[in-house]
């Protein structure tokens, strides 16, 4: 939460600004940077004196950035691989090599307690993905087998993070039915592969002909299936809530068991999300 204050912040541009244009990839040199938004990362386009367009992710480095990451909350599994912004553009860049249709990081940079990453520019017409074009991308990602080591499902974790400030009795009984919910998922699950981990519309962009998928550093070995548990309803936009089982029992290669569990476990998952706006509005009064 700190680091996200300081992210969003108005002082926090000279220091953002700075480093794009200190530390730009070789060649020609940056002309202009517009602020789009701020969130996890501010975000910047950036344009260049070819006249090539860039969005730019500036973001609070951590210690954590460089360390491998382990897994001790499922199956004890860890992998030598960064975490972060750097490990978003190592899996994108061996995703791009395999054939699969993502956003490719240009550049990373560091300086000064922040992170840098280059991504090409990319339109987007604001209208929801289609179930159609999530199917092509999410396929894409399913298909590929990596040379590097990746952890096993990291998600546990970091649902369970998010129950740690709720009431004791609250987020028992929310633990309990998440873990029920998602051992039905890998019970029924009838393949594993990498997997998105975070497959929701502020992760994708809809440039009108496809969608294109960014943001990997919860990229990790899973049941195929867990990227459904996203798009049942965070993906789209107002108007595209997200798909029903019908939808994607029409478009993706799983069983209706498969599809039940992923059900469930996204509605475990709207729960802890409620118990939490529920304690803020609480604290609010």
């Known amino acids: 939460p ?3 204050a300081r992210i969003r912040s108005e002082a926090f541009h000279p220091a953002a600004t700075a480093l794009i244009r200190d530390l730009p990839p070789e060649g020609p040199r940056v002309m202009s940077i517009d602020h789009l938004r701020s969130a996890h990362y501010a975000v910047y386009r950036v344009r260049t004196k070819d006249g090539a367009d860039h ?3 500036i973001g609070a480095e951590s210690p954590e950035d460089d360390a491998p990451v382990v897994n001790t909350a499922f199956a004890g599994t860890s992998a030598a691989i960064p975490s972060g912004q750097l490990r978003e553009k190592t899996i994108a860049e061996a995703f791009a090599a395999a054939g699969a249709d993502v956003s490719t990081p240009r550049h990373y940079a560091r300086r000064d307690g922040l992170d840098a990453l280059w991504l090409p520019y990319l339109k987007d017409t604001g209208q929801p993905v289609t179930a159609g074009q999530w199917h092509l991308a ?3 990602l399913h298909t590929w087998r990596p040379e590097a080591e990746l952890p096993v499902f990291t998600n546990r974790a970091k649902s369970f993070a998010r129950l740690e400030a709720l009431p004791e009795a609250t987020a ?30 502020g992760n994708v962009i809809n440039t009108g002909d496809r969608a294109v998928l960014f943001d990997f550093d919860t990229a990790c070995w899973a049941p195929s299936v867990w990227d459904l548990t996203h798009l049942l309803c965070r993906v789209g936009t107002a108007g595209n809530t997200g798909y029903t089982a019908a939808e994607l029992l029409a478009r993706f290669p799983f069983t209706e068991a498969e599809v039940g569990a992923a059900v469930e476990l996204r509605r475990v998952a709207s729960m802890i999300a409620k118990a939490h706006r529920d304690r803020g509005q609480l604290l609010a009064a």
Not at 180 to 195: I, Q
Request: aromatic content about 10%; overall charge negative; glycine content about 8%.
């Open 2 to 4: 700190a680091a996200w």
């Open 55 to 57: 969005v730019v992710r």
């Open 138 to 140: 999410l396929t894409g």
């Open 172 to 201: 028992i009984g929310l633990r309990n039915r998440y873990d029920t919910a998602l051992e039905a998922l890998f019970e029924t699950a009838t393949a594993w592969s990498v997997v998105h981990g975070d497959a929701h519309a």
